[in-house]
Structure formats: structure tokens, C-alpha cells
């Protein structure tokens, strides 16, 4: 009968350490996510004079930017950013075109 106290007393003792190393893992990991953010700095965008940021979604660690203006100075892109590394990933141009070139 005594033994079977110490295996209760050291089971109990165990789920307690192990109930405060997750909460200390879930602490140290959103701690982490705070300071390791990246500055994303200056971006250049090179959008054509009279073009705006007519729109911005953020979604899956990236921003996607859609530009707008007049058309024949091809302000019409949309831009994907990678925000956890702050660069471009990718640039969509739109342009005038005849429908036979679809």
C-alpha cells in the first residue's frame, strides 16, 4: 500500500512539471515572436507619377497592394510583399490590349 502512494505522490508531481514546462514553452515562443519580427525598412514600389495605393490585404505572412491611376501610365499593378523578409515577391502589370491577345 505504501508504494502505491509514491507512484500517486510521483505521478502528481510529474503532470505538475509537466503541465509548467508547456506553459513555459508557450511563454518563451510568444516572446520570441515579438522581438524577432523583421524590420521591413523602405520599400520602393516605383509606381508612375499620379499612381495611388488604391488597395491592401495582408494574409499568409505577405501583403498584396494594388495600385490604380491612368491606365496609359500603367499605374494598374498589383504587388505581393513577403512581410517577414520585407522585399517583393512579385509584380502584376496590366495593359491595354486588343481581346484577340488573350
Do not use: W
Not at 502528481?12 to 524590420?39: M, N, P, Q
Request: charge should be neutral.
Amino acid at each position: 500500500m505504501q508504494v502505491l502512494k509514491f507512484v500517486v505522490v510521483g505521478m502528481g508531481i510529474l503532470i505538475v512539471l509537466g503541465l509548467a514546462l508547456v506553459a513555459y514553452g508557450l511563454v518563451t515562443r510568444v516572446s520570441k515572436d515579438d522581438a524577432g519580427r523583421a524590420d521591413l525598412g523602405d520599400l520602393d514600389l516605383k509606381l508612375p507619377p499620379g499612381c495611388t495605393i488604391a488597395q491592401a490585404q495582408a494574409s499568409d505572412g505577405r501583403l498584396i497592394l494594388r495600385a490604380d491611376g491612368p491606365e496609359e501610365r500603367g499605374c494598374q499593378q498589383v504587388f505581393i510583399l513577403d512581410l517577414s523578409e520585407g522585399k517583393i515577391l512579385g509584380r502584376i502589370h496590366s495593359r491595354m490590349g486588343d481581346a484577340q491577345n488573350q
